[in-house]
Every structure is written in C-alpha cells, then in structure tokens.
C-alpha cells in the first residue's frame, strides 16, 4: 500500500499536474539560450539526441500497451501486465520517454530553467510511479517479481549481482 494519496479516484490529479509540469517544461525553454558558441553546439546535439531517445521510448511504451492505455495511473480494468519489450528495460518507458525529452530540450534551448523543470519532473514522475505501482501490484500477482528484475525509470548498464533496481 502507498502512502502517496490517490489525488482522485483513479489518479487524476497526478494527470492534472503531470500536464502543469509538461507545459512548464516546455515554456521555461523559450525565454533564449544562456550559452552560446561551441557549448551550445554540443548541448544542442546531446539534447538533440535525448529528445530522439525520450521520444522512442514514450512511442513504444504507448504501442505496446495498445489498449490499455490510459494517462492515468490506476491500470484499466482489461488491462494485462507487459513485461516484454520496452518494457523488460524500464517499468515506466513512456515517464522515461517524458523525462528524457524535458532533459533534451533544456540541452536544446541552453536553459537551465528547463534543466530544472527536468529535475522537477523527474521526482514528479518518481512519485507518480511509486503511486502507480502500488495500484500494480494490488492488481497484478506478478508485479512483485517483475520490479525485483526490472528498474523503475532509466534502463541499467550493467545487469551485475546485488543492488536493487529501485
């Protein structure tokens, strides 16, 4: 059980604020770069490259949900739990895909508030998860074993004993 509150029935207000956040992130980007010159170029093609990585994954975590798909955390009443694909990477691939781009666009724009709305987003999205997972594992027998193998948000390098995948 979660001590993250529900913020609605099915989680919609973890929605509301997830979409708050997206459209800050976005914004903060705009105001024009705070680096220019060499820096700019190799931020703009890291962040370039985050945004492509960011969008992959939020694509196929979307696909291979098909039908069960929902913004909303509490998982659909026909939904199955996938395991495979994308989702054998990380639990949350379309949060990932979010997070990835709100962190290549502050590369991109050379803002540190975007930067920093990344930062936000990310511990939003920590949290929305968590709260997500709780529902999961209420709903799903297997969900257990499937986060003991399988991280929360960023795919790990290395698959070494020990450690906990978060």
Known sequence: MSRLPSIGPRGEGWVAIQAVLLVLAGLAGLPGPAWHGALRFVTSAAGTGLVAVGLAFAVLGIRELRQAMTPLPYPREDAALVQSGVY???????????????????????????????????????????????????????????????????????????????
């Not at 379309?94 to 920093?116: E, H, I, M, N, R």
């Open 88 to 166: 054998s990477l990380v639990r949350h691939p379309v949060y990932t895909g979010l997070v990835l781009g709100a962190f290549g666009w502050g590369l991109v724009s050379a803002s540190p508030a975007a930067l920093a709305a990344a930062v936000i987003l990310l511990a939003f999205f920590e949290l929305k998860s968590r709260r997500e997972e709780a529902w999961l594992a209420e709903r799903f027998p297997d969900y257990a074993a499937y986060r003991s193998r399988t991280p929360r948000l960023f795919p790990q390098v290395s698959r070494g004993r020990g450690g906990s995948p978060g």
